[in-house]
């Protein structure tokens, strides 16, 4: 397990995402909010208060909170390019199938790149959408790469990971989960989320940093795809090299350059789990009745290594960013 405290966090304050992202969610047909799930065996095995896992395995007819950050993106982007458009995108498997989602919806065509980790059942979701997929023998960043090489003239690149020069639609991408946060309606003292490029932890500490609650937020990631804790620990924006996990949603070797500044000022702590920590907890959660895959199930991981590391109370109150249904 990998560690990172950061001491100063809560109290760096930044300002909010745009109110209108809410108001697009909540005009879509098949809105609504996702389900804030009491889970009392938790809270006990943990010793805190209350633990709520905030179930993400039914956004917008999708198995994953993707869609919220992908089509508020695309939202934008296109009234910015009128016109025929193609989308564009790389992706470890849910942000790729919600950006083709909105293209079918939007009777647009839709590339996918994937790298080669990428399951058969994930590549068959994405293809079911109507998108064009295109596996890169390589890893996720290489399947970024092709992706941004590709999308050229009235091809529009909707990434959810920024680089130098490609930092406006990440910056929608992330403005658009601020909806998960918004609709959470209890004051809670951690909030746990994962983290790849870091996109949804950006979300997460833009919104606490920006309110009066200020909770203590804790971010997890694969330890063999530790890009954003490595950083932190090293004080610097590093890429890593990755290899297979079945986190697959966070197997992502470089942080998103939106997401690095705001999480070294306002992320309180990082940790690393192990795979097995992370189908643990997928077993049960399942067992609970909640639906989450590795990638989801890791913000439990993550709180039971580091819980001995945290300033928790049998008062406390922790919520739990659970991100996607469990696999099938």
Same mark, same amino acid.
């Given at each position: 397990?990998?560690?990172?405290?950061?001491?100063? &966090?809560?109290?760096?304050?930044?300002?909010?995402? $745009?109110?209108?992202?809410?108001?697009?969610? %909540?005009?879509?047909?098949?809105?609504?909010?996702?389900?804030?799930?009491?889970? $009392?065996?938790?809270?006990?095995?943990?010793? !805190?208060?209350?633990?709520?896992?905030?179930?993400?395995? %039914?956004?917008?007819?999708?198995?994953?909170?993707?869609?919220?950050?992908?089509?508020?993106?695309?939202?934008?982007?296109? =009234?910015?390019?009128?016109?025929?458009?193609?989308?564009?995108?790389?992706?470890?498997?849910?942000?790729?199938?919600?950006?083709?989602?909105?293209?079918?919806?939007?009777?647009?065509?839709?590339?996918?790149? /994937?790298?080669? !980790? !990428? #399951?058969?059942?994930?590549?068959?979701?994405?293809?079911?959408?109507?998108?064009?997929?295109?596996? !890169?023998?390589?890893?996720?960043?290489?399947? /970024? +790469?092709?992706?941004? #090489?590709?999308?050229?003239?009235?091809?529009?690149?909707?990434?959810?990971?920024?680089?130098?020069?490609?930092?406006?639609?990440?910056?929608?991408?992330?403005?658009?989960?601020?909806?998960?946060?918004?609709?959470?309606?209890? =004051? $809670?003292?951690? /909030?746990?989320?994962?983290?790849?490029?870091?996109?949804?932890? %950006?979300?997460?500490?833009?919104?606490?940093?920006?309110?009066?609650?200020? $909770?203590?937020?804790?971010?997890?990631?694969? @330890?063999? +795809?530790?890009?954003?804790?490595?950083?932190?620990?090293?004080?610097?924006?590093?890429?890593?090299?990755?290899?297979?996990?079945?986190?697959?949603?966070?197997?992502?070797?470089?942080?998103?350059?939106?997401?690095?500044?705001?999480?070294?000022?306002?992320? *309180?702590?990082?940790?690393?789990?192990? *795979?097995?920590? @992370?189908? =643990? +907890?997928?077993?049960?959660?399942?067992?609970?009745?909640?639906?989450?895959?590795?990638?989801?199930? &890791?913000?439990?991981?993550?709180?039971?290594?580091?819980?001995?590391?945290?300033?928790?109370?049998? *008062?406390?109150?922790?919520?739990?960013?659970?991100?996607?249904?469990?696999?099938?």
């Amino acid at each position: 397990m990998r560690w990172y405290n950061n001491p100063a &966090a809560r109290a760096w304050r930044t300002t909010p995402a $745009p109110e209108e992202v809410l108001a697009f969610h %909540q005009s879509l047909p098949g809105y609504r909010p996702t389900p804030l799930t009491p889970v $009392p065996s938790l809270a006990a095995e943990l010793g !805190v208060g209350r633990v709520l896992v905030k179930d993400e395995s %039914q956004r917008l007819g999708l198995p994953a909170f993707k869609a919220l950050g992908a089509w508020w993106a695309i939202h934008r982007t296109l =009234q910015d390019h009128p016109g025929p458009v193609e989308l564009v995108t790389a992706t470890d498997g849910n942000h790729g199938r919600a950006v083709a989602r909105r293209a079918a919806m939007l009777g647009l065509p839709s590339h996918v790149f /994937v790298p080669d !980790v !990428v #399951s058969d059942a994930a590549i068959d979701a994405i293809r079911s959408e109507g998108a064009t997929v295109t596996v !890169v023998p390589d890893s996720y960043d290489a399947a /970024v +790469a092709e992706a941004a #090489s590709y999308a050229v003239d009235n091809r529009l690149l909707i990434q959810d990971s920024a680089w130098p020069g490609y930092e406006e639609v990440p910056q929608h991408i992330v403005d658009g989960y601020s909806t998960l946060f918004r609709e959470i309606d209890v =004051q $809670p003292d951690l /909030v746990v989320v994962p983290m790849g490029v870091g996109s949804i932890a %950006q979300a997460a500490v833009t919104h606490y940093r920006s309110g009066s609650s200020a $909770p203590a937020l804790l971010g997890v990631e694969p @330890a063999s +795809a530790s890009c954003v804790t490595t950083s932190l620990l090293a004080g610097e924006l590093v890429t890593v090299p990755t290899g297979k996990t079945v986190m697959a949603g966070l197997n992502c070797g470089t942080a998103s350059t939106l997401a690095w500044p705001v999480l070294r000022s306002g992320l *309180d702590y990082s940790v690393t789990v192990e *795979d097995d920590a @992370a189908l =643990q +907890a997928t077993a049960d959660l399942r067992a609970l009745g909640i639906s989450s895959g590795p990638s989801g199930a &890791a913000t439990l991981a993550g709180l039971r290594a580091a819980r001995d590391r945290l300033d928790l109370t049998p *008062d406390s109150t922790v919520i739990l960013i659970s991100t996607e249904a469990a696999q099938t």
